[in-house]
């Protein structure tokens, strides 16, 4: 049991990553694409904070706990946090980007995208 | 190439890539082992040295305080660049003030209950916000989660069908100036911990003691700092998109 639960991140992990990536590529509209890298960004995210986790440790702020006691990794903690605000950042340029698409040529479907117009 | 084509080759690789990312997960730490030296380091320096209580906040705002910068410039350049991205295209004749009257487009009915309700939370949502931003150093909280908050506030109002109101909020110039202020503090701060202390965002202010409210040094202002820069940038980023209407007046 503390096999399984030990690496089931990590398969949550690894099933996000592909499942993301084959919706982005199969994708007929664009912010169906967006979605998809939502969920890819989600794999990231769980891939950091596992990476950090440390079993019968507690979150690393000190304001109710001594310092002796074991923490989980902040670093991966920080890292998640700026991961989550590049995220945003990208997934609302990308948004942007979409709608001007959808203003000058009409369409969402990255299929009809095949030559650059104008 | 058509459509199931392109699906059978994406899943083809979508299985060779899960493989290998499954093979590469046997590498990584199990829950059981001990945290990268680092973090231990991190954790340790940011009591003793910053008390700071809140170590991710004390790895943020201090002692990795320069991919704070990184993020900031890129809330901000995103923030900037939807106006550039979203400039007029030739068909679109009527965006703002004709389509928004109500005599072309029926304003959304929204119930007394999520108006007053929305209009009742915003100011307090807010402050809410201001608080996270500015108990980081303490527990949990920060500039970012802070932020995030208070440009929830702007989404509520939006929420209540005051469009307009909102409208005016975000293309107001004190949204702007916040932003400034948010992003020109940080640079500025980090660059007087250059000059003064020969490092980029090195702690000028005294650590008072641990627990205590004035304490951590440069930690608490750089928190509010990114506070208002997220909440403003988030608060602009939101605006942005709402203000397209995707309705386009053909051509005459």
């Not at chain 2, 201090?62 to 068909?91: H, P, Q, Y």
């Not at chain 2, 990114?226 to 005459?252: C, D, M, N, T, Y």
Request: with cysteine; hydrophobic share 55%.
């Amino acid at each position: 049991m503390t096999e399984l639960t030990d690496f089931l991140p990590y398969i949550v992990v690894v099933w996000l990553a592909i499942i993301g990536l084959y919706g982005m590529a199969t994708s007929g509209n664009l912010f169906h694409l967006i979605m998809c890298l939502c969920v890819f960004q989600s794999s990231i995210w769980i891939l950091l904070l596992s990476i950090g986790y440390r079993r019968e440790a507690t979150a690393p702020i000190f304001d109710d706990v001594s310092p002796e006691v074991s923490v989980i990794d902040p670093v991966m903690q920080a890292l998640s946090l700026t991961d989550i605000v590049v995220g945003a950042t990208i997934v609302a340029i990308l948004l942007t980007i979409a709608i001007q698409v959808h203003k000058r040529l009409g369409t969402l479907d990255p299929n009809q995208l095949n030559s650059i117009q104008k | 190439m058509s459509m199931s084509i392109r699906k059978f080759i994406a899943a083809i690789s979508a299985i060779i890539l899960g493989v290998l990312l499954a093979i590469g997960m046997f590498y990584m730490p199990a829950a059981d082992d001990e945290i990268a030296a680092y973090g231990l380091l991190l954790a340790d320096l940011s009591v003793d040295e910053r008390n700071s209580m809140n170590t991710v906040s004390g790895v943020l705002f201090d002692l990795r305080a320069l991919d704070t910068l990184g993020e900031l410039i890129a809330l901000f350049t995103v923030s900037a660049g939807m106006n550039i991205i979203l400039r007029k295209v030739s068909k679109e004749k009527f965006r703002d003030k004709r389509l928004l009257s109500r005599k072309s487009r029926p304003a959304v009915k929204v119930s007394d209950t999520i108006r007053s309700l929305c209009l009742a939370l915003a100011a307090p949502m807010a402050m809410y916000g201001l608080y996270i931003c500015v108990r980081g150093h303490l527990t949990i909280g920060g500039g970012f989660q802070g932020g995030v908050i208070i440009a929830s506030a702007l989404i509520l109002i939006y929420l209540a069908g005051f469009f307009n109101v909102q409208e005016k909020i975000a293309h107001n110039v004190i949204l702007n100036l916040t932003e400034s202020i948010g992003m020109g503090g940080v640079l500025i701060a980090g660059l007087v911990g250059l000059f003064l202390t020969g490092s980029l965002f090195g702690n000028i202010l005294p650590l008072g003691s641990p627990g205590d409210f004035f304490s951590g040094g440069m930690i608490p202002i750089l928190s509010v700092l990114v506070g208002f820069e997220a909440a403003a940038a988030l608060a602009l980023i939101v605006s942005h998109l709402q203000s397209q209407l995707l309705e386009l007046e053909e051509k005459p």
